[in-house]
């Protein structure tokens, strides 16, 4: 005997600036949709993405429409301690809910310390390309703010197992924090404070925990239902590149099965990028090079992510036909990076040396940024340009009434002579003041470069008759 399983697809469309959610999706479906760069999965398993009690009932789905609704998230996969479709507002119900008779899960009420019911889990083992994963959410629940501190609350979390680049394993660690804090977040960690647990007025009212990743949504008739939710935060592990990783995305009702919470996740932003470098530079017009003596570059070094720790950044190689330390100042083949700091901006000054050597470059390349294929992945390039000063010639003597033309070789984009005369050429028709010769040159890159000679006009010698007595 065969049975055949058809997944309806539930599409709920709703009103301009409303959250849409779409049920009927399958495990690998919905995590395809969280995917972005750098990871690569398998054995993809869930629990309780329908309801027990009622099949029709789905407690994931796909969300779209979620920066128009206030979320913050435009779209990305839901996973709910109940229907997921109650998540479209308008928010015109205090206390939401819907038991779904699924288990609970050992794991959520470990953080909690009681049962849990109506778990929503996604699981799936990955391999990183580099040293850091992460992923957006956004943690919202109908029992913001009246069951604040009130003792039964709906619990969520990210567990990651796997090598830990610091020491030992990670053992389902819970990579859901507070920004800046090793606190998990929850109801009772991230929040405005209660009004009393069960008031009818849900309106926080103090005092703040973490409130500034908070939002407040107890309005009637909001665009999504959940009273309150927290700002967009990012969920991110150090890890090993190419080590295999599980990972475990998990809700549950705390305690009862009376209000429900959802945890929506950014599409496209669980992965593992790089450390990104990028050469900006100074020369006007935006030319993409730095002159010598006039203009420098700035290699921007940005990590993925702000890290909690002071970490370093290592260059593989600086290579290159300019000479790290010689045609620029030299620079270190290691960048730091204090806690929470996401970019770090070095100075490559190149080095006026007065020689025509033809464009120059610098090649860096990143240690860290070896994938699983065991190449360099990334390598930016630095482009130095000569800068030609302006000369004019040696200092000269000629005879009085002797006029005499000096030339600017090089072509530049202005010139301004000594007695305020323009042009490449300069010609003498008396001796200038001082007896000195100067121009002043600029180049179409906003450089200057200027130059002067002694010109010494000797008087003609007179030549008396001879005279023949």
Not at 220 to 247: F, K, N, R, W
Not at 359 to 367: A, K, P, R
Request: glycine residues 12%.
């Amino acid at each position: 005997m065969v049975l055949v399983f058809i997944l309806s697809t539930t599409i709920v469309q709703v009103g301009r600036g409303q959250l849409q959610v779409t049920t009927g999706h399958g495990a690998e479906e919905l995590l395809q949709m969280l995917l972005g760069q750098g990871v690569v999965v398998s054995n993809v398993t869930s629990v309780g993405l329908i309801a027990t009690e009622n099949p029709e009932v789905w407690q994931a789905g796909k969300f779209f429409n979620g920066i128009v609704a206030g979320i913050g998230i435009d779209s990305g996969l839901l996973l709910t301690s109940g229907d997921a479709l109650l998540a479209i507002g308008p928010n015109n119900n205090g206390g939401d809910g819907i038991p779904t008779l699924n288990g609970g899960d050992l794991d959520l009420g470990a953080i909690i310390g009681t049962i849990t019911e109506d778990a929503c889990i996604l699981e799936f083992d990955f391999v990183p390309m580099y040293d850091t994963i992460a992923f957006r959410y956004s943690f919202a629940s109908e029992e913001y703010n009246d069951f604040v501190n009130g003792g039964v609350n709906d619990v969520f979390a990210f567990f990651i197992t796997g090598p830990n680049p610091s020491g030992g394993t990670y053992d389902k660690f819970n990579i859901a924090i507070i920004p800046k804090t090793s606190v998990p977040v929850s109801i009772n960690t991230l929040n405005n404070g209660n009004n009393s647990a069960g008031s009818p007025n849900c309106r926080g009212n103090g005092p703040c925990e973490y409130c500034q990743y908070y939002v407040d949504n107890c309005i009637y008739g909001s665009p999504i239902e959940y009273d309150g939710y927290t700002t967009v935060l990012t969920a991110m592990a150090v890890v090993v590149p190419c080590q295999s990783y599980h990972l475990k995305i998990a809700i549950a009702d705390g305690g009862d099965e009376v209000y429900d919470s959802g945890v929506f996740l950014e599409a496209g932003s669980f992965s593992s990028p790089g450390v990104a470098l990028e050469p900006v530079y100074s020369t006007p017009g935006g030319a993409p090079f730095a002159v010598e003596g006039c203009t420098q570059a700035d290699l921007k070094v940005t990590l993925p992510f702000a890290l909690p720790a002071t970490s370093w950044v290592v260059f593989d190689s600086i290579t290159g036909s300019a000479t790290n330390g010689v045609d620029y100042n030299l620079i270190n083949d290691s960048v730091m990076f204090l806690p929470n700091q996401l970019t770090v901006t070095i100075p490559i000054i190149p080095v006026y040396d007065a020689q025509t050597e033809g464009d120059e470059n610098i090649y860096i390349y990143l240690s860290n940024q070896v994938g699983c294929a065991g190449v360099n992945l990334q390598r930016t390039e630095i482009l130095l340009h000569d800068f030609i000063p302006v000369e004019i010639g040696s200092d000269t003597a000629v005879c009085e009434g002797t006029q005499v033309t000096f030339n600017v070789g090089e072509v530049y984009k202005s010139y301004t002579w000594h007695d305020g005369t323009h042009g490449q050429t300069w010609t003498s028709s008396g001796l200038p003041p001082g007896g000195q010769v100067s121009i002043a040159v600029e180049d179409s890159w906003g450089c200057t470069s200027s130059d002067t000679l002694q010109l010494t006009v000797h008087e003609r010698p007179v030549v008396n008759p001879i005279r023949h007595d």
